[in-house]
């Protein structure tokens, strides 16, 4: 267990433990506050709160402030009203709430107190949306995240509209590159097309309590190749079309004479969010076979319970519609009906293995496993790798820090961006010389760890073998748990479930 989880797991006791103790003084059964939002209900009920302030609570990013709110107000109900005690109460809860709770000295001293205190009501909402503002950005910062899933990449382990909590102290909280920012709001503000933060203050790459990335864990992080891009996502630009794909299409010079007024930079911090699962970390060899994923020449699991297959249909131009599928024995996709045609005789489809020796197939179709063609869009984007696909890529050498490379022609086509971009060199080629810093050199040595990220979906996923390598400074936490998910209702049985 990590050091960022007992943390956390502490500090979750110490909390629920001084509520219970506060309950009990209050009057209220003590087991109540063991409950997680039902010691909210019990705490609003007992203040006379109007009813509705509960259920705030599940607005997303506000919610957060409300809860502690509640918990603030609770502490004035034992008639402390002084910044030392709001403070306490929202930055050391597991300290001050059992202090509350079992000191002989402290007592619950009821709404009468509190009607009695003569801080006028705008004092009293200043205060404690002030230290619910902060203490939310802190949690948020260092401790966990909430995160949607916006895509099917990683199904079928993850799905479009689970929400989940992120673990900022699994692999150890990252001090953010631009910590002038407005709270809760991620690159721009909302309703007004602006950067939502300022990069006058900068901090380097710091990650305080550092724990490594393991291989099979999800990992959220910011989208390497999104320190520059094209902002007009009418245009799906952004993180579906990159800028450097575009300048690969169409060269630089046309590239800026088209989108020049669109072309922005970010900071790492604020590069849009990805969730894939890491296959390969520094010093690894990764290699894809035939769709199946190979690191240091080991077979790796397969996620996730699906597959994708190829139906040849007879006649050509048939049309695979729901009713269909359903007719062979297609459940896990008809809903959302994922199937694109590939030619006039083709389909690609998701099948669940268990559903595979089932099929009904109609008299003259077949099914095989679908194998994606050569593309030139992977990375790294050289003619010598124009034989590689999705399901037939590498071998690709993942970069660890402390390690060596020679640089010649084919390292520098992998590994030159790590070099100049992402470990901030110059780097210059002088006639067939390499020059770092203005230092001639035959070879480098990388500062940094580096991971390969791939979506479990890895045939509907853009991923590291589009773009290459994460940075171990681009790594913002680890998916932890399913908090909730929703399609046309909640999805119960996913709800609290924890992210293999």
Known sequence: MSFGWIIFILGALGWHIGMYGMFKKAGIEPWKALIPFYNTWCM????????????VQFIPVAGAFITIWITIKFTEHFGRFGIGHHAAAVFLPFIYFPYLGFSKNERYAGKKVVDNYKKSGSREWIDAAAFAVVAATIIRTFVFEAYTIP???????????????VSKFAYGPRIPNTPIAMPFVHHTMPFVPVKSYTEAVYIPYTRWFASPVKRDDVVVFNFPVNDTLINDKEQQFGSQITY????????REQTWNEHGADIITRPVDKRENFIKRCVAIGGDVLQVINGKVIVNGQPQPAFPQSERYSIMTVPPNSYLDKETLAAMGIYARVDQFDVRQIDQTKWLVNVANQEKPNLKLPAGYSITD??????????????????WSADNYGPMMIPKKGSTIQLTADNLIRYQRCIQVYEGN???NKNGQYF??????????????????MGDNRHNSLD??????????HVVGKASLIWFSWEKGPRWKRIFNSIK
């Open 244 to 251: 450097y794909e575009v300048v690969r299409q169409k060269g």
């Open 151 to 165: 895509t099917p990449s990683m199904e079928k382990t993850l799905l479009v509209n689970d929400f989940l909590f």
């Open 436 to 453: 770092i810093n203005d230092v001639a050199a035959t070879s480098y040595t990388f500062k940094m760890n580096y991971f390969w990220m």
């Open 464 to 473: 590291s073998r589009y773009w290459g390598f994460v940075p171990e400074d």
């Open 370 to 387: 679908y194998i994606m063609a050569p593309d030139r869009q992977l990375f790294p984007y050289n003619d010598t790798t124009n034989h």
């Open 44 to 55: 609003i009920e007992k203040m006379e709160l109007p009813k509705w302030w509960f259920f």
């Open 426 to 428: 110059k780097f210059e």
